[in-house]
């Protein structure tokens, strides 16, 4: 991969951290500090991982581990999405997800870019090692 599509990874993860850190940052403090830790943590790694993946000469390790986190963020994901917490800003407490189905597929709509870039590159890596 080169490095503006490499780049181009590294800031749609950029770009998913800030648009989800304000939206943990509205959760109720458990989930914050759980799950919200979680996900964000994730995402920093995975922001490592492909940043590594630019300079290091050997690749292909370290673009499967970013894959895996990727997988991971998948699952961390949908584990909010089926989150529910009672509403203490109500009269009567109503059940509240953590996130809806809208920002959910939105956050797998921009988690499936980041994918197919990590997977075109990893695809580009191996390419490469067979000519070699």
Known sequence: MNEINSNTACQRVEEMIDYINPIIAR?????????????LSTLYDL?????????????????TEADILKHDLEKLFLHALHTEYDSAKQSTPAKKKLIDAKRYGYWGERLAEIGKMIG????IVKERETKE
């Not at 922001?47 to 673009?63: D, E, M, N, Y």
């Open 27 to 39: 959760w109720p403090t458990f989930y914050r500090k759980t799950l919200g830790e979680r996900i």
């Open 47 to 63: 922001s490592h991982l492909l940043v590594a993946a630019q300079i290091k000469p050997h690749k292909k390790a370290t673009l």
């Open 120 to 123: 075109a590159w990893i695809k």
